[in-house]
């Protein structure tokens, strides 16, 4: 049984930053991902990294501002977030693939297991 926990959400100033972790527990080794959802919207690919970290993705309005990463002695991936913007605001989830080791996805049907989500919100 695979279990993600998200953390480091939180209230931020638009130009701020934000650091959200994702631990996780009975799996580690697979491709791992990223996605949030604003209110009213769906949820929508944010970026994704591959199981050895040598291979990341990223949406494009999130490139150069995203950084997402991983530390597989820990069982965690990071959400690094500058230049945070109100836009920005929504619940991130981190989401696991058991599917696709060769490559990493964007679809969100491609992953398995999620976590319950933490709050970003940006203030302008």
């Known amino acids: 049984q695979v279990q993600l926990a998200e953390s480091g959400g939180g209230l931020v100033q638009a130009g701020g930053s934000l650091r959200l972790s994702c631990a996780a527990s009975?799996?580690?080794?697979?491709?791992m991902g990223w996605f949030r959802q604003a209110p009213g919207k769906e949820r929508e690919f944010v970026a994704a990294i591959k199981w050895t970290g040598r291979s990341t993705d990223a949406a494009d309005s999130m490139k150069g501002r995203f950084t997402i990463s991983r530390d597989n002695t820990k069982n965690t991936v990071y959400l690094q977030m500058n230049s945070l913007k109100p836009e920005d605001t929504a619940v991130y989830y981190c989401?696991?693939?058991?599917?696709?080791?060769?490559?990493?996805?964007?679809?969100?049907?491609?992953?398995?297991?999620w976590g319950q989500g933490t709050q970003v919100t940006v203030s302008s």
């Open positions: 989401a696991g693939d058991r599917t696709h080791f060769q490559r990493i996805t964007t679809r969100r049907d491609d992953y398995d297991d």
């Open positions: 009975g799996r580690t080794f697979y491709n």
